[in-house]
């Protein structure tokens, strides 16, 4: 059974980069043919998916973000992170990494349990 856990700072000041690691067991980030994606979720906004990163290494990245953002992998350590620059309040969210069969929000079963991040000064 695959299980993925967020891991990184819980407050990035404005300006900076917010980066953000998740760890996959159960299951290799190169093995058959998923995605593995970052989503955000905030009161204001809902759910949001940010980018993901296949297991063929490619990525694809939501329109709105796509100029701040950059997924990537180590797969020596089954990781894949996330690097959000120029953050501002406005990206102050739960983030969560998750597993799907295409790029987007996928089934809730297959996400982390989702890390806090506030952007503050």
């Known amino acids: 059974q695959v299980q993925l856990q967020e891991s990184g700072p819980g407050l990035v000041k404005p300006s900076q980069t917010l980066s953000l690691t998740c760890t996959v067991s159960g299951a290799s980030i190169t093995f058959a043919y998923f995605y593995w994606t970052w989503i955000r979720q905030s009161p204001g906004k809902g759910v949001e998916w940010i980018g993901s990163?296949?297991?063929?290494?490619?990525?694809s990245y939501s329109p709105s973000l796509k100029s701040r953002t950059s997924i990537s992998r180590d797969t020596s350590k089954n990781q894949f992170t996330l690097q959000l620059d120029s953050v501002t309040p406005e990206d102050t969210a739960v983030y969560y990494c998750?597993?799907?069969?295409?790029?987007?929000?996928?089934?809730?079963?297959?996400w982390g349990q989702g890390t806090q991040v506030t952007v503050s000064s």
């Open positions: 998750a597993r799907g069969s295409r790029p987007g929000v996928s089934d809730r079963a297959y």
């Open positions: 990163i296949g297991t063929g290494g490619s990525t």
